[in-house]
């Protein structure tokens, strides 16, 4: 689609570059808070390259990341000097809860508009081919056809993978969080609930934070009185409450802990049957959660296939600090998983 016009001067890779990260690092925040629609980040660009906005959706029914990019360049009264948009998945092309980006790009004083991912839902999907045609086209690019901006294709693809799971699937991307001390048990000390570092606590709050939704097993609930809540890190503020499921076919969930829980924010919903909770995730309109449960659990998870990916954090290793692995169930190692992006750009 690329349609290159004469005078139309394209900055340096290396600004598109730095203008990406700083859109993906703003929407990579927003993770958490924007279900059930994804997080998206926007850049503006000048004619020279330099970076005039960055934007990112804050949430569900709120403005666009191009719209608050472009809002952001018009109160600092330099809207008229934007010439190239950086987003992160292709402008949304249809009237949902806020107006199409793609006619405000075509509206504005942009001229290239560079595409992280493609959007995977089909109601909103076209944005692309509606900029490059019809009246006052703009120039399309898409991330993927540059090698040189490869990596970024992937962070784009991990920013969106949450949200393209529950609309391509109808569930969400389901990562496993597990913790393993030197002697590889996930069983804490007598009288604690936790023993990885403050590091890898900061990271599973951090997940917490950017997860749609927690599962955990009755055995946790029993054995630790778990608060699952995000102390480490500042909660996305005002976020909707945030589900908390706990596998227990039993019926043995204390009522004084579903109590606590839902006064600390939580929609707190047992769930009998572990096949059948993907889908109950989906309708919930929860893209990306997480799984924090002991190992009798995360053995079903891990037999039943229900995982994307999974971190596991091995305390206890050379020079006291921790070591952590990912693994993607699906897909090559070129991919990157969510979680990289929260190591990488989490705050
Ligand atoms: N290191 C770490 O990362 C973590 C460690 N832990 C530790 O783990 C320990 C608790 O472990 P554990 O007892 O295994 O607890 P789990 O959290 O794994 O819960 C186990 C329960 O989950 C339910 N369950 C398991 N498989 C299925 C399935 N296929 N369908 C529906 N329900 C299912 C069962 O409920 P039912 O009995 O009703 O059948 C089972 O008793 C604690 O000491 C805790 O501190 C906990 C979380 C993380
Ligand atoms: N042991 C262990 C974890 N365990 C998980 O954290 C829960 C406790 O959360 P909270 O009540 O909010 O402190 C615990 O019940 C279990 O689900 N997590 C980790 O990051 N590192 C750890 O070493
Ligand atoms: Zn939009």
Redesign the pocket.
């Known amino acids: 689609m690329e349609t290159q016009r004469a005078g139309s001067a394209s900055p340096p890779l290396a600004a598109i570059k730095e203008g990406f990260q700083q859109a993906i690092k703003e929407a990579t925040r927003k993770m958490g808070a924007t279900a059930p629609n994804p997080a998206v980040g926007c850049a503006l660009l000048d004619g020279e390259g330099r970076l005039l906005a960055v934007g990112a959706h804050p949430a569900a029914g709120q403005p666009h990341a191009e719209v608050m990019a472009l809002e952001q360049a018009r109160q600092k009264g330099v809207l008229e000097q934007a010439r190239t948009a950086l987003v992160t998945l292709e402008p949304c092309n249809h009237h949902g809860r806020t107006p199409p980006c793609s006619e405000k790009l075509k509206n504005s004083p942009v001229q290239t508009v560079w595409i992280g991912a493609r959007d995977p839902n089909p109601q909103a999907m076209g944005g692309a081919e509606y900029l490059a045609e019809g009246a006052s086209p703009k120039i399309v690019r898409f991330l993927a056809d540059e090698p040189e901006l490869r990596s970024l294709v992937q962070e784009c693809k991990a920013l969106l993978a949450p949200f393209a799971s529950r609309v391509t699937r109808g569930r969400p991307w389901l990562t496993v ?5 030197g002697q590889g ?4 000390p007598q009288g604690r ?4 570092s403050p590091a890898s606590l900061r990271l599973a709050h951090q997940l917490r934070r950017a997860c749609d939704a927690v599962v ?9 009185d ?1 608060s699952f809540t995000v102390r480490h890190v500042s909660d996305h503020e005002g976020r909707a409450p945030r589900p908390l499921i706990v ?6 969930l204390p009522a004084a802990w579903r109590q606590a829980r839902e006064a600390d924010g939580f929609h707190v919903e047992q ?5 059948a909770l993907p889908a109950l995730l989906g309708q919930m309109g929860v893209n990306w959660c997480l799984i ?10 891990r ?2 296939g229900l995982w994307d990916d999974w971190l596991t ?1 091995h305390h206890g290793g050379k020079g006291g600090e921790d070591h952590l692995s990912i693994i993607l169930r699906e897909g090559n190692s070129e991919n990157e998983s969510p979680v990289q992006l929260l190591r990488r750009y989490g705050e």
């Open positions: 969080k597990q913790a393993l001390d048990s996930m069983i804490p609930k936790t023993f990885t955990t097993g009755i055995g946790t609930v029993l054995a630790d778990p596998l227990d076919r039993q019926g043995r769930c009998h049957d572990l096949s924090e449960a002991g190992p009798a659990l995360l053995e079903s998870v037999e039943a954090i």
